[in-house]
Nanobody, 121 residues
Framework: QVQLVESGGGLVQPGGSLTLSCSAS????????MGWYRQAPGKQRESVAT???????NIAASVKGRFTISKDDAKKTVYLHMNDLRSEDTAVYYC???????????????WGQGTQVTVFT
């Protein structure tokens, strides 16, 4: 059983910063990719940032230059560093991971429960 536990959401004023954390636990052989998605009210879930086990990252154009992603392999944790937050960043942020539980089985995709980020004036 794999669990993704997120933390770090909250309320912030425009221009402010937040860092989200997501830690994976359970039976894990390897993590191929971790990342963050978000879903605003009335909108589809979208990718924000992802990072692979080879440290290749992908950042959405809408947040590039403001958000960065990093990870701590030893802690099985991924971070989303969010700067210069805007009202349009308000959403529920979900952690996502592609994990191999045991070989020779293929990876499976897991989701966290979501954490709310609200940017308000």
């Amino acid at each position: 059983q794999v669990q993704l536990v997120e933390s770090g959401g909250g309320l912030v004023q425009p221009g402010g910063s937040l860092t989200l954390s997501c830690s994976a636990s359970g039976t894990i052989f390897g993590i191929n990719e971790m990342g963050w998605y978000r879903q605003a009210p009335g909108k589809q879930r979208e990718s924000v940032a992802t990072i692979t086990n080879t440290d290749r990252s992908n950042i959405a154009a809408s947040v590039k230059g403001r958000f960065t992603i990093s990870k701590d392999d030893a802690k099985k944790t991924v971070y989303l560093h969010m700067n210069d937050l805007r009202s349009e960043d308000t959403a529920v942020y979900y952690c996502n991971a592609h994990i191999v539980v045991r070989i020779p089985y293929p990876e499976s995709e897991y989701w966290g429960q979501g954490t709310q980020v609200t940017v308000f004036t």
